[in-house]
């Protein structure tokens, strides 16, 4: 026979939201901190005095390999513990397109380092500047890329570093969809989605 209590338990388990597991919520808060971090150290880059451009640059670096070694750890752990559902109440293309943005978010938390990664294999002074991260040990470059042809490692310098320029925009931009969406079903709608997520 239920007691008070447990009918009361009951009640709050009924009207609290879903949310995610906590490592799911560990791992989004710190891929995303770390990545409003890269962002500004690398539009800060270039308004800085040279002999801080380049542990600024190293750091950016460093972060940019974390990020993706935790999207890869989050994305794992996607696939193996199922999300927790969207309010009924959502119409369906709200519905599709949160799953959308949350796929290209993925995309983006692995193309994004990917592409910085080649860039930085493409460097022609890649070889006598080893990459730290963080000054701990030596993170390798991709060999294929930086045992190109010079000539041709040059050009894919320029391209990867466009490429890495222009997802980093794209982010900016799906970013700020993800956040707004987040704030239009806190404030208009009345149907939090942040409580999923907060720690």
Request: net charge positive.
């Amino acid at each position: 026979m239920n007691t008070r209590a447990d009918s009361l338990t009951d009640a709050t388990d009924a009207i609290r939201p879903p949310r995610y597991t906590r490592t799911a919520i560990t791992l989004h808060w710190l891929i995303a901190l770390l990545m409003i971090v890269n962002v500004v150290l690398g539009l800060s880059a270039d308004s800085l005095p040279d002999d801080w451009v380049r542990p600024v640059i190293d750091t950016h670096k460093s972060i940019g390999i974390t990020v993706l070694g935790l999207a890869l750890l989050r994305m794992l752990w996607r696939v193996s513990h199922k999300p927790p559902p969207l309010p009924r109440e959502f119409p369906s293309w709200e519905k599709i397109a949160a799953h959308l943005a949350h796929f290209a978010l993925y995309l983006l938390m692995i193309a994004l380092p990917l592409s910085g990664w080649l860039h930085d294999s493409a460097w022609k002074d890649a070889a006598t500047h080893p990459m730290q991260w963080f000054g701990l040990f030596q993170w390798p470059r991709i060999g294929y890329v930086m045992h190109l042809d010079p000539t041709l490692k040059e050009t894919l310098h320029d391209r990867f570093g466009a490429l890495h320029t222009w997802l980093g925009y794209a982010l900016y931009a799906l970013l700020a969809m993800h956040i707004g969406g987040a704030l239009k079903h806190e404030w208009l709608d009345r149907r939090s989605v942040f409580k999923r997520m907060t720690p």
